[in-house]
Every structure is written in structure tokens, then in C-alpha cells.
């Protein structure tokens, strides 16, 4: 199947996985594959500030300067999220209509969809993915590419190495390379089956 390009019946298999540990800005990346995919994605309408949890860039863990300069901007960001939800809590409680609603968790949840504007694309996302595997070898070969960038592209050898664990028949075909940065690319010579 695979050296005659008959990709269509690599449609009927279909793998999900849960995706967590990778940032906001990583998942607005994942969720442009539409084709072939299903998302879930955790609301952060529902994620109180007691559960934030941020992901340092790759580029960043090296640098001493970068690094402590997301730390810094992971507190302010942690820090004004609580400043503003307590404010919008003691709004409710005085009875201003501007997050009125009837129900507490409507109440609860009115109040983090307004505090969540201040939160930063390196607030961990959480999301499940179900996809075929013909679209999972796109993603894999888009993604995973040398030129792609470089947090999407971490994820996408992780997603092969997960895959190629669960199905080596469909996977087995690629070949995870070391490229000069340190970082990894997925190649394989059956392209866009």
C-alpha cells in the first residue's frame, strides 16, 4: 500500500492521543490539520489559576537569560490572572451586572473566560487527538520536517514514536534523523501516501 500510494485505506485505522505538557501556541498549530483529525481541547474557561501550568520553549531551556525571563513572565502572567480573578470574583459579590448569570459554575466560569485574556501562549493546553493514519502521516511528515518549527516539530517525532510503538506496520516505513541543532526530523521515502 504504502510504495503504490494507495493512502485511502490508511483511513479506516484510527489512533487518539492525549497531548499534554505542550503549549497554547503549539495546539493553534495542531488544530490547522483539520482533515483526518478530531479535536478535544481542554477550555481554560475551566482551568482556575490554582492548576496553571506553563511550557518553556526548547530555545529557551538553554539560555540562562531566556529562561529567566520566562520564569518571570510565567509569574506576572500567574500573578495578574489571580489579581484579575479576584477583582471579578469581589465584582460578582457586590452584584455588578457586567458577569451576572445564574448559576455558580456559570458565575465561576464567567469570570475565567475573562481572566484567561491575560494568559500567555506558553500556558500548557492540553488536547486529545484522534486522527487516521493517513492524516497522522501527513501531520508527521509536515511536522515533523526540518523546517518546521521547532516545538510542533518535538511534538510530531514524539507523536511518531508513540504511533510507530502501537503500529509498526504503518509506521515503520520512517526513519527518525538527528539534525545539527540537537533536535530531530521524521523522513520517510513513501511521502503523501
Known amino acids: 500500500l504504502k510504495s503504490s500510494g494507495h493512502g485511502s485505506v490508511f483511513e479506516h485505522a484510527n489512533y487518539s492521543l492525549l497531548l499534554y505538557g505542550i503549549s497554547r501556541s503549539v495546539t493553534h498549530e495542531l488544530v490547522r490539520h483539520r482533515a483526518g483529525f478530531g479535536f478535544s481541547q481542554l477550555s481554560q474557561r475551566f482551568v482556575s489559576g490554582r492548576m496553571l501550568r506553563f511550557v518553556e520553549r526548547p530555545e529557551y531551556q538553554e539560555d540562562e537569560l531566556f529562561h529567566t525571563q520566562f520564569l518571570e513572565r510565567i509569574e506576572r502572567a500567574a500573578a495578574e490572572y489571580a489579581a484579575l480573578t479576584n477583582r471579578l470574583l469581589e465584582m460578582q459579590q457586590s452584584g455588578t451586572k457586567i458577569l451576572s448569570a445564574e448559576a455558580r459554575t456559570d458565575l465561576r466560569k464567567k469570570v475565567q473566560q475573562c481572566a484567561r485574556s491575560?494568559?500567555?501562549?506558553?500556558?500548557?493546553?492540553?488536547?486529545?487527538?484522534?486522527?487516521?493514519?493517513?492524516?497522522?502521516?501527513?501531520?508527521i511528515e509536515?511536522?515533523?520536517d526540518a523546517h518546521a518549527e521547532i516545538e510542533i516539530r518535538e511534538l510530531a517525532v514524539r507523536v511518531f514514536l508513540c504511533l510507530a510503538l502501537m503500529d509498526?506496520?504503518?509506521?515503520?516505513?520512517?526513519?527518525?534523523?538527528?539534525?545539527?541543532?540537537?533536535?530531530?526530523?521524521?523522513?520517510?521515502?513513501f511521502e503523501k501516501v
Do not use: C, Q, S
Open 142 to 144: 509536515m511536522r515533523a
Open 168 to 189: 509498526p506496520i504503518l509506521f515503520n516505513d520512517y526513519v527518525v534523523e538527528a539534525l545539527p541543532d540537537g533536535t530531530y526530523t521524521v523522513k520517510t521515502e
Open 118 to 139: 491575560v494568559l500567555p501562549n506558553e500556558t500548557e493546553a492540553p488536547i486529545v487527538v484522534t486522527g487516521n493514519a493517513r492524516a497522522w502521516r501527513h501531520f
